[in-house]
């Protein structure tokens, strides 16, 4: 049976498995899927096209298991080194917390953090859920699914431990910042040096540490659960800058994954004898 007249007459003699979403019965009778007449889509796939990159990248280098040690740079895919067949390294960057079991790239141990903590992150969600996803790909653009559950059911559901790799990435970061200080020595161990190599892991571990304090879960650890910043105002000062980091989330988060990305391929490149590493002094 039908109600109302006109082509916007609804039937009520089943369930129409399209009335949900844009197209349920509260919803304006719009027959276009959306209404942009702009290049929507160039934001989503740019997105797609940079993750898809740096996927490739990473997973070519940590299945490499060479070429990421040049004295007395560590690349940082690799740090962390706590695989009995990481090469030797004379900055003592050696952990060799596993045996000689463990047989595949050293890398494959470590990135597990770093990289559990970007694939959890807020603003990363958002890119690959456009990007790849479609959910949605662009605002006032819907997605094509019929139903949402959110992240509320698996594997989304493990998005809510971006918490706990906060933990994992702060102790990430600080023992690439070691890595950087080392790398103000010579081959001999004597301080003074400074290579091309220093400037690049230099510029990265800042970067990644802008990124790592200006995520969503470091405000709430410094801010969160308090009904009267008057009373804290030490932890007032440290939300405030790190409300402030927050705001460029996105840009460090690019920043960050490109700097990784470049300051592993400079360390591969040395490693390899592609060149010398240019030293300042």
């Known amino acids: 049976m039908a109600t109302g007249t006109g082509p916007q007459a609804r039937t009520t003699s089943g369930p129409d498995p399209a009335a949900h979403g844009v197209h349920a019965p509260s919803r304006a009778a719009v027959p276009a899927r959306h209404l942009r007449t ?130 994992f990435a702060v102790i990430v970061a600080g023992i690439l910042t070691y890595d950087t200080v080392l790398g103000f020595r010579d081959e001999h161990g004597r301080w003074g040096h400074m290579g091309l190599g220093t400037l690049v892991l230099l510029i990265n571990i800042v970067l990644i540490w802008a990124y790592t304090l200006s995520c969503h879960s470091c405000r709430h650890i410094v801010g969160g659960r308090l009904k009267h910043f008057s009373r804290h105002p030490v932890r007032y000062r440290l939300w405030g800058w790190v409300s402030s980091l927050n705001a460029r989330h996105m840009a460090l988060a690019w920043a960050s994954l490109v700097s990784v990305a470049l300051a592993d391929f400079y360390v591969y490149l040395v490693a390899s004898g592609a060149f010398d590493d240019p030293r300042f002094f």
């Open 38 to 167: 702009d290049r929507w889509w160039l934001a989503p796939a740019a997105t797609a096209a940079g993750l898809f990159a740096f996927v490739v990248y990473s997973t070519w280098r940590a299945f490499s298991g060479a070429d990421y040690y040049a004295e007395p740079y560590v690349s940082p895919f690799y740090s962390p080194c706590v695989a009995q067949n990481c090469v030797p390294m004379k900055s003592g960057a050696n952990w060799e917390i596993f045996g000689a079991w463990w047989g595949l790239s050293p890398a494959l141990l470590i990135l597990i953090f770093p990289l559990g903590f970007r694939l959890t992150c807020y603003y990363y969600r958002k890119a690959y859920y456009r990007g790849f996803w479609a959910s949605p790909p662009a605002c006032a653009v819907p997605e094509p699914r019929a139903k949402y559950t959110g992240e509320t059911r698996f594997p989304l559901i493990l998005q809510n431990l971006h918490r706990y790799f906060f933990y």
